[in-house]
C-alpha cells in the first residue's frame, strides 16, 4: 500500500510557474504509474498528467497544451508536476494518484491511491 503526499501548492499571479511534489511511501513505488488530477470548485475531478513506471512514457490532459510537464524520481519516491504559464483556470486542488496497472491511464477508476490534495490558486 503506497501513502502519497502532495505539496508545492500556492497562491500565485497568473503567468508564473509552480512545481508540485508527491512523495510516496511504502513498497514498490517505481511499479506503480504516477498520475495528476485536479479538481475546481464545483467541477468534476479531471485528469491532467501521469507517467510510466519507468518515466519513458507520459501523457496529458487535452487543456495542458505543453505547459506542463509529468517527472518522477524513483530513487527518492517522489512525482512532480512542473507547471508553466499559470492561468486563473488553473485553480484547482491537485492530486496525486497511483496505478498499480501497465499502462498510462487518465480515467479515475485506474487509480488506486491517492493523496489528499495541495491548492494552487492563480489570480489575474
Known amino acids: 500500500q503506497l501513502r502519497l503526499v502532495e505539496s508545492g501548492g500556492a497562491s500565485v499571479q497568473a503567468g508564473v510557474s509552480l512545481k508540485l511534489s508527491c512523495v510516496a511511501s511504502g513498497p514498490l513505488f517505481s511499479n506503480h504509474v504516477m498520475g495528476w488530477f485536479r479538481q475546481a470548485p464545483g467541477k468534476e475531478r479531471e485528469f491532467v498528467a501521469a507517467i510510466s513506471w519507468s518515466g519513458q512514457i507520459t501523457f496529458y490532459g487535452d487543456f495542458v497544451n505543453g505547459r506542463f510537464e509529468i517527472s518522477r524520481d524513483n530513487t527518492r519516491k517522489r512525482a512532480y508536476l512542473q507547471m508553466n504559464n499559470l492561468q486563473a483556470e488553473d485553480t484547482a486542488v491537485y492530486f496525486c494518484?497511483?496505478?498499480?496497472?501497465?499502462?498510462?491511464?487518465?480515467?479515475?477508476?485506474?487509480?488506486?491511491?491517492w493523496g489528499q490534495g495541495t491548492q494552487v490558486t492563480v489570480s489575474s
Open positions: 494518484a497511483a496505478s498499480d496497472r501497465s499502462n498510462v491511464e487518465r480515467y479515475e477508476s485506474a487509480y488506486k491511491f
